[in-house]
């Protein structure tokens, strides 16, 4: 009898300790960094929720650039349950802070001071109606352009800092049997191409007239038909076999020489690396002609969880994003640079210094810019719309003229 | 107990029944609904009116999609019927290795259709498959970059359907032929009667139904290809190859416009009626006269 009520009393003592490291702060986070470098990051934020005690539930949807993610989301939502933690950016996060299932972080955003650390434009997507609903993670910068070291210095060509110069290299290249420009004829890349042009064309406030407020005497005006004449010159300097093609082919084009530039966001930078080849040595990164900056931020969008420990691992986890040493750890795996100014560079290469130099200039003097073909200035309805009038365009014999009107109409009837 | 008897069957199908009813016209209902609304991220059910509607015939995009649909549909019905039917009389001239060849022309039928287009793929591509290697015999102006020249790309889908279709349609019209009464045959036969003749005269004619069934087999194949342009174009070069369920597909789950999406499913769903409504009737009707 003794023993037993001894078992009984162990057992309860046992099973209340086993409560108390469960009511620890947990986190599920919904995302979809599932390949090579990126996976290493992700765990790295999931060890240091470790340290801190908390506790990770992983829920990793791969597939669709994320579609498949926001598919389980909204089923997740629908039903009641949404996971702690998403990765979501740009107006996404606005969208679902419209349905009513954000969560509110602004006291771990003042206990951080985030406000101080994170340049405004981009603090800008982090908040919903003010209060604070995501945390940024990395600030990937899509207007790079990437250059095969060797093929410049045979053809004596210079990275360019205007479409002029641009245009003349490529022709020098494409008469010399080079491809000039390696592109992969996917809608999205197109619209990288297409984003990169208007910025250096419009400037930055033109881009952001076009682009964030689809002001429509800016979609037609005269500089939107020179973006679609300099995107009709693009078309000239991509091979032939460009259709379908992946970015990360188009990238091995420029690593193996068969193409001397490619126009993409600095995850292309993962793919030299990856080959073992050195920034400044085999290939070149510049910034594309005319200034600005424009930045594809990744964020987690903290949901309305119930219970007090699934809503202590939201803060946590929010702290620890921004924190100093999971931005850059993280950014080094990743290929991006650290949303917060205040990290070291230290460690990391030339391309990611000359990036966080020119963002801090670009937020200085307002020409920090939401890249629209990664989702970060429109909603996504808008955003393909226009993205739709790019690609047919650039896929077929479209004047620039009956472009301008198309993206026009495109962007009404998507409203 | 006579109750029982009489009642079992229907308790027995009314699960299944109710389920149907549920999942299918319940679904139905739902998506015509939304289609009335405003939905983006998430389905909201206040009606505003027939605004998707109008958005979708404003769309370009959408008018590319149905008129692929079109084009592919008819292309994809006629050749594969043609095809299908002279591989079948061919076969049909009680040859020696008649089991053999119908394996390997109805082989096509069990490949995924993302397998079929994945090989075309690499079989069309102008730097790897067929304009490579006839450049590579010395013919250095052969072109046939129809899958990267947006007005011929929705051509090359009809190659890959037709290569996976036709041998199933030959099966079928095999079966249709050889269900033909051999009386009249002979008869035609000691008539004098040419073999052509014999065959669009009195056997093409007798197996009607058989090109009905053929018909709507490949009309609904048509109406729902999806894997098949999603592999072997992805919808490009640019939008040039989108069919109306891949259009769906994209306003649904990549744009967050579920309103538009609904509304181009409901129109699917009609193009479906439009081609199968007059069938059933047709099928009724013969059986109540």
Known sequence: MFTRTTFAAATAALLMTGSAAMAGPKAEVLHWWTSGGEAKAVAVLQKEFADNGGEWTDMPVAGGGGDAAMTALRARVLSGNPPTAVQLKGPAIQEWYAEGVLADISDVAKAEGWDKILPPAIAKHMKCDGKWCAAPVNVHRVDWIWANADILKKYNIKMPTTWAEFNAAADKLKAAGVTPLAHGGQAWQDATVFEAIAKGILGADGFRKAFVELDTATLTSDKMIAVFDQMRKMRGYVDDNFSGRDWNLATAMVMNGEAAFQIMGDWAKGEFMAAGKVPGKDFLCGATPGG????????????????????????????????KNFQKVFNLYKGSIPVRTDVSLDDFDVCAHKSAADM??????????????????????????????????????????????????AVKNSL | MAWLEKHVPKMVLAPSFAVILFFVYGFIGWTAWVSLTRSRLLPRYDI???IQYQRLFDSPRWDTAISNLFIFGFLFIVISMFLGLFLAILLDQKIRTEGMLRTIYLYPMALSLIVTGTAWKWILNPGLGIEAVVRGWGFENFRFDWLINPDYAIYTIV???VWQASGFVMALFLAGLRSV???????????????????SAIIIPSMAPIFLSAFIVLAHLAIKSFDLVIALTGGGPGYATDLPATYMYALAFSRGDIGQAASSAMVMMMVVFAIVVPYLYSELRAKND
Not at chain 1, 309 to 322: C, E, P, Y
């Open chain 1, 292 to 323: 600005g900056f424009l930045y594809n931020v990744d964020s987690f969008a903290m949901f309305k969880v119930a219970g007090a420990d699934r809503q202590a691992g939201q803060k946590l986890l929010a702290k620890l994003i921004v924190g």
């Open chain 1, 360 to 409: 801090a200039a670009a937020s200085a003097d307002g020409s920090l810019l939401p890249s629209y073909a990664h989702g970060m200035a429109l909603r996504s309805a808008q955003s393909g719309a226009i993205t739709d009038v790019v690609t047919a365009f650039f896929n077929s014999d479209m004047s620039s003229a009956d472009a301008v009107k198309a993206l026009a109409k």
């Open chain 2, 48 to 50: 505003v009116g027939f």
């Open chain 2, 159 to 161: 190659i890959a359907g």
């Open chain 2, 181 to 199: 009464d051999d009386e009249i045959i002979k008869a035609a036969q000691v008539d004098g009667i040419p073999t052509l003749r014999i065959y």
